[in-house]
């Protein structure tokens, strides 16, 4: 299983990035596919996240508003677009796969966001 994540970059703050996750080894639809971030030195924090059964999508306060999850199905990817973003989302990105029993982790990409 492989889950390569892309889309990061350094921007200004208010721009916008679309951050995509490609899966390899698995089908997105059958699992619960998201995004999480991690700082140095900080907790890895949960961004965004689609379920398998439904498509629910579920965001944390800091991504409400600013943040769309969606998967698609035919290239299985999921995307993470966000927009207005501050210098407080500088982080590397990475998704996670989950079903049940199985959770897989990708590399993540770096999102820079300067002032």
């Known amino acids: 299983v492989q889950l390569q994540a892309s889309g990061g970059g350094l921007v200004q703050a208010g721009a916008s990035l679309r951050l995509s996750c490609a899966a390899s080894?698995?089908?997105?639809?059958?699992?619960?596919m998201a995004w999480f971030r991690q700082v140095p030195g900080k907790e890895r924090e949960f961004v965004a996240a689609?379920?398998?059964?439904?498509?629910?999508?579920y965001y944390a306060d800091s991504a409400k508003g600013r943040c769309t999850i969606s998967r698609d199905s035919a290239k299985n990817t999921v995307h993470l677009q966000m927009n207005g973003l501050k210098p407080e989302d500088t982080a590397v990105y990475c998704c996670?796969?989950?079903?049940?029993?199985?959770?897989?982790w990708g590399q993540g990409t770096q999102v820079t966001v300067s002032s």
């Open positions: 080894g698995l089908t997105v639809s059958t699992y619960t």
């Open positions: 996670n796969a989950r079903s049940f029993i199985k959770s897989y």
């Open positions: 689609v379920t398998w059964s439904g498509g629910r999508t």
